[in-house]
């Protein structure tokens, strides 16, 4: 490792994710946990009893967890820094949880912060709406990476601003890593139980990172799940020491169409902060999705879907737990719920029709 | 009023329903109160700001508000009646919510207690399915009300059960109202406001009084709403003073297409305990129903959408506002959440296509 990176990884403590959770408490919302019996009952055997202890951040401010990453950051940046502007380059909800986080800071601090957020020419419109609604200016750039991050640079290199990530820089994992320390709290206050182990998707691998950071030295196991679709590298890179860039991205769970970052992965890698990685089929996502919607009545989008889905209908993961204990307290975290009904429409007509349009 | 009349309306006190609260409290969810920045900016204009604290009952046990009465009415019975089990006669949540708090009870009093609902034959098969999930037997019989009552009561005189309601018995009508008086709570507690006022949709009113009930001597206003579609029969019979059968209903809000019981309006009509009742079209409930959804993300039935469509698109009741004062904090109530993906592709699926296939 590098010295920088020995540094970031000297970071990624508990003591840290509490330290974010404290400071961006007054921005965020505490947002519910709820427990389902029913999605519990499906998910149960006569030889295998789970319990689901899921954590609504699709109830979060900008709709997605990475509000909270979004306001650490910004948290930890100075007054002058800030008056020149943050830039942020994704492709999902990670705009949105900037934008809407320089508006906060912007009004707490009484002086107007610019976010320009770049995203690919080929983004639906609803996300650059829901972008531009936070009071960001939105630049459509390439769909290639390399082009939006060009684009950031000028962008920045003309302003002075600041760049608000990579998703591996360490005040963004410690401000993702708040919503698995807030699970954790309100399953021991609301329910008096402890969790047996996580299931947390990844994308660029920052709630993942997070969560491990939170359950390093706890009895709760920590498991991660990627689609298959478009190639997992998290679980690829973890059986081969090597991180390699996935094929083109298509699974029906959009925001995890990334690549792990550097950092993250090796933060996993070496503090073996994730006890396995499982893919999860398109088809499972969707029925996953549905029922979420249908039995938590709350809207997710698809993303949120593959960890429930992992429970449900793997039966390589479902042995692995049954030849451990019978009984499972599992937390999940719904990240994000930027979704509309008209994706909705699109995802589901096929399935109503018995064929896809 | 005849005796038993006055008896009734004598009950209907704040301090009932408070006691009903600490009663089924261990049984209920303490659902959400959310608040929505981007709801309450569509709804505001220069002129009257709008700020909305909506009451997430929609996340309740059994999907919907009508736990809570049930509940209230279940904790009430002795034992000795609830071993020769209850019957409800419902077309919609209230069956749900009777199946799943007779298997509560059931529980907590460590005996079996059976519960038959008394469904129309037409029922949607979802509604069906959710009866039986929660453990009750579903009778299907004529879609006429009269037909399900003369259904009922050969299953009471045949079992010596107990028919849970009607609708404006003071045992339901006291648990409705709770989800108001947690309302104002949540408001309070969480917010430090209070609400100056509280918009409900009313099927057969038991919300509404509730929330008559609970604001009775507060300086928060009371507004009631209902659809246009199928006759709106708890507005005209304020306006008369006589309730009149409602025609055939068959608004999308399918949670309200139900006859007001005659002794909610009684206590509504005498106790002056609403303001007014509006109407809202069926075009504003599908686009409030739609909104909710993509801006609150949680699964809403129709009927949770119609409060939320008068206070966005009813001019005569936002000019009826701004008249009064500039600035309002409203108090909403999603009412239930027991709807399909398959529905909502039927229902928005014109919409989309620009024709209703």
């Known amino acids: ?46 030889q295998l009893k789970i319990r689901f202890f899921i954590k609504c951040e699709n109830l979060q401010k900008s709709g997605s967890f990475k509000f909270r990453g979004a306001s650490n950051f910004m948290a930890q ?10 830039v942020a380059v994704t492709t999902g909800n990670f705009g949105q949880a900037v934008a809407l986080a320089a508006r906060t800071a912007s009004r707490a601090r009484s002086f107007p912060i610019h976010a320009s957020v770049v995203l690919p020419a080929t983004s639906a419109p609803s996300k650059i709406e ?11 750039a390439g769909s290639d990476p390399e082009d939006r991050e060009r684009v950031a640079k000028q962008i920045l290199q003309y302003t002075g601003g600041t760049l608000i990530g990579p998703m591996d820089d360490p005040r963004i994992v410690h401000g ?24 947390l ?25 990627e689609p ?37 992965f090796d933060l996993i890698r070496q503090k073996r902060l994730v006890d396995e990685v499982y893919t999860v089929p398109e088809s499972e996502i969707k029925q996953a999705w549905r029922l979420l919607m249908e ?4 809207i997710v989008e698809p993303s949120s879907a593959v960890s429930i889905a992992l429970v449900l209908f793997n039966e390589g993961f479902r042995s692995m737990l049954a030849a451990r204990k019978s009984h499972w307290n599992i937390g999940i975290v719904l990240t994000g719920g930027n979704t509309t009904v008209t994706r909705m429409l699109e995802e589901f007509e096929g399935g109503r029709r018995g064929v896809r349009p």
């Open 201 to 225: 998707p990844s994308g660029t691998g920052g709630i993942l990172a997070g969560a491990g950071i939170v359950c390093e030295d706890t009895d709760t196991m920590v498991f991660g799940c």
């Open 1 to 46: 490792m590098a010295l920088a990176e020995v540094h970031a990884a000297r970071q990624m403590t508990l003591a840290n994710v509490r330290a974010a959770h404290e400071r961006i408490k007054p921005m965020i919302h505490h947002t519910p946990m709820m427990m389902s019996d029913s999605l519990s009952q499906i998910a149960s055997t006569r």
């Open 77 to 86: 940046q100075s007054d002058a820094a800030l008056r020149r502007g943050v």
């Open 295 to 298: 039995q938590l009545r709350v």
């Open 176 to 199: 993702q890593g708040t919503a698995t320390l807030e699970l954790m709290d309100q399953v021991r206050e609301s329910a008096g139980e402890t969790l047996d182990a996580m299931v």
């Open 228 to 264: 298959s679709e478009g190639g997992p590298d998290l679980q690829r890179g973890l059986a081969s020491g090597v991180l390699s860039r996935p094929k083109k991205q298509t699974s029906v769970a959009d925001g995890l169409r990334a690549a792990t970052s550097k950092g993250n």
């Open 130 to 140: 829901g972008t531009k609604r936070n009071g960001a200016t939105v630049v459509l």
